[in-house]
T-cell receptor
Framework: GAGVSQSPSNKVTEKGKDVELRCDPI?????LYWYRQSLGQGLEFLIY????????KSGLPSDRFSAERTGGSVSTLTIQRTQQEDSAVYLC????????????FGSGTRLTVV | AQTVTQSQPEMSVQEAETVTLSCTYDTSENNYYLFWYKQPPSRQMILVIR??????QNATENRFSVNFQKAAKSFSLKISDSQLGDTAMYFCACLNTDKLIFGTGTRLQVFP
């Protein structure tokens, strides 16, 4: 596609439920990143996929968070047993391999846990 | 650990005036890249300008320019001839190895 697509745009869920957030990167982009933006905060790195390499999961805040990338394209971020502190905007970005500044961001998913 | 600090949570400027947003960073790397991103209400992050640390010349993109002070680890953004469309959150970021580290952002309001 022309840009990075994220769905849903907004998600409201009850505490304790699981949620899945989807990211469709730009076709051909081998690198994919997930960031979390909490209210009044900067972007917090969560996880990074590069080609067929093992993902860098160093930013995942707890074992309730996981992500996968199928076929080197679409990625899903899963949050299990959601908590109110998980409420945030989750942003996805993609780029061509390692290309400084060549990230294209999606418009994010706003997750609200009630 | 790499950190990026933006000490101005909010700034305002009148249309056509100039405003400077501050950013400091800390990294142990010699080769790194610095960025300013703009985030309008649409939430999408838009690259404004980037600076390669090994280049001494300050980057410029039309009305946007940076003041890169490598020894002081300072990277400020100057917006000249501010426009209403510049109203947004602005994030400073540092790229080290393979991921961007962001500051907490500065909310810029441009008034007519």
């Amino acid at each position: 596609g022309a840009g990075v697509s994220q769905s849903p745009s907004n998600k409201v869920t009850e505490k304790g439920k699981d949620v899945e957030l989807r990211c469709d990167p730009i076709s051909g982009h081998t690198a994919l990143y997930w960031y979390r933006q909490s209210l009044g905060q900067g972007l917090e790195f969560l996880i990074y996929f590069q080609g067929n390499s093992a993902p860098d999961k160093s930013g995942l805040p707890s074992d309730r968070f996981s992500a996968e990338r199928t076929g080197g394209s679409v990625s899903t971020l899963t949050i299990q047993r959601t908590q109110q502190e998980d409420s945030a905007v989750y942003l996805c970005a993609s780029s061509l391999e390692f290309r400084p500044g060549g990230y294209t961001f999606g418009s994010g998913t706003r997750l609200t846990v009630v | 650990a790499q950190t990026v600090t933006q000490s101005q949570p909010e700034m305002s400027v009148q249309e056509a005036e100039t405003v400077t947003l501050s950013c400091t960073y800390d990294t142990s790397e010699n080769n790194y890249y610095l960025f300013w991103y703009k985030q309008p209400p649409s939430r999408q992050m838009i690259l404004v300008i980037r600076q390669e640390a090994y280049k001494q010349q300050n980057a410029t993109e039309n009305r946007f320019s940076v003041n890169f002070q490598k020894a002081a680890k300072s990277f400020s953004l100057k917006i000249s001839d501010s426009q209403l469309g510049d109203t947004a959150m602005y994030f400073c970021a540092c790229l080290n190895t393979d991921k961007l580290i962001f500051g907490t952002g500065t909310r810029l309001q441009v008034f007519p």
